[in-house]
């Protein structure tokens, strides 16, 4: 056969064994009893709306304030990072390396528990809503710094020398030459951090959350110690997904936008 032909038969040969192994799936499966453990639409049906007037708001709210402390703190490192003081440098370094390597959850939990004993006559203001902005924005910034870093380094440096020998300052140059470029760049791996912190929204619950900062991991662990019944975990990845799938898409066209601009 010639090359073409034998990839021709190995396309179909490939379509026909992953078709097998979905039907064999589909036939094996006991539907009824996955149906009773874990789509019980009554069980469903209770949840709401606190599913989305509570916990998807405080969820989306939780993500967005990480994301705008993150983003803000990130960028600050980012060029610390590329600073000329050393100092600077050394601090940003260490502190993307620390946070870079320490979970979330241990973050969290210093954040909320730590803070108040080492400082007893001040609080972190706006309750849970501060705790878990600064929590999972410490995180966030220290990924968030390299993914700028990296994206002001992809800008050419002879954008830079040409703006100074225009007569502008370096700071005037890198705001209005250069991060504008950067960003550009990076908006694709900056979209994929929002994801990754309405994932970690879940780990909010170490903080102690009430009726009224819930999230909806925990609104839906504590529907499933109620009913006994897993349907309100896949409620609750249903409602991540309502977040996560148009981020997704998001980036995919962000990315197919840079790679024609390219």
């Known amino acids: ?14 379509y026909v064994l992953f078709a097998a192994a979905v039907l064999g799936v589909v036939v094996a499966a006991d539907w009824g009893r996955l149906a009773d453990a874990f789509f019980r639409l009554d069980i469903a049906s209770g949840m709401f709306p606190e599913a989305i007037t509570v916990a ?9 304030l990480a994301f705008v402390f993150g983003l803000t703190l990130g960028l600050a490192l980012a060029l610390m990072r590329l600073s000329s003081i050393l100092p600077y ?3 940003a370094t260490a502190y993307i390396e620390l946070f870079r390597g320490l979970p979330a959850l241990l973050v969290l939990f210093m954040v909320g528990y730590g803070v108040p004993l080492a400082f007893p006559d001040r609080e972190i203001p706006g309750g849970v809503y501060g705790s878990v902005t600064v929590g999972l924005g410490l995180t966030a910034a220290a990924y968030m710094a390299e993914t700028i870093r990296a994206g002001i380094q992809a800008v050419p440096k ?18 209005s030459i250069i991060l504008p470029q950067a960003f550009r760049i990076v908006i694709p791996p900056l979209t ?6 309405t994932k970690d929204t879940s780990l909010v619950y170490v903080l102690g959350v009430t009726a009224t ?8 662990g504590d529907t499933l110690n109620t009913r006994v019944n897993p349907t309100p975990l896949v409620v609750a990845g249903l409602l991540y997904l309502v977040i996560t799938l148009p981020l997704s898409q998001l980036v995919r066209g962000l990315e197919r936008r840079a790679g024609r601009e390219r």
């Open 89 to 91: 440098r050394w601090f």
């Open 213 to 220: 900062t819930i999230e909806l991991t925990k609104f839906a």
């Open 56 to 64: 998807l708001r405080n969820t989306i709210a939780y993500t967005l």
């Open 1 to 14: 056969m010639s090359p073409r032909r034998r990839r021709q038969v190995a396309r179909v040969i490939g």
């Open 158 to 175: 002879g954008q830079l020398e040409a703006a100074r020998t225009l007569g502008m300052s370096h700071t005037r140059a890198m705001v």
């Open 192 to 197: 994929n951090e929002i994801i990754l912190l």
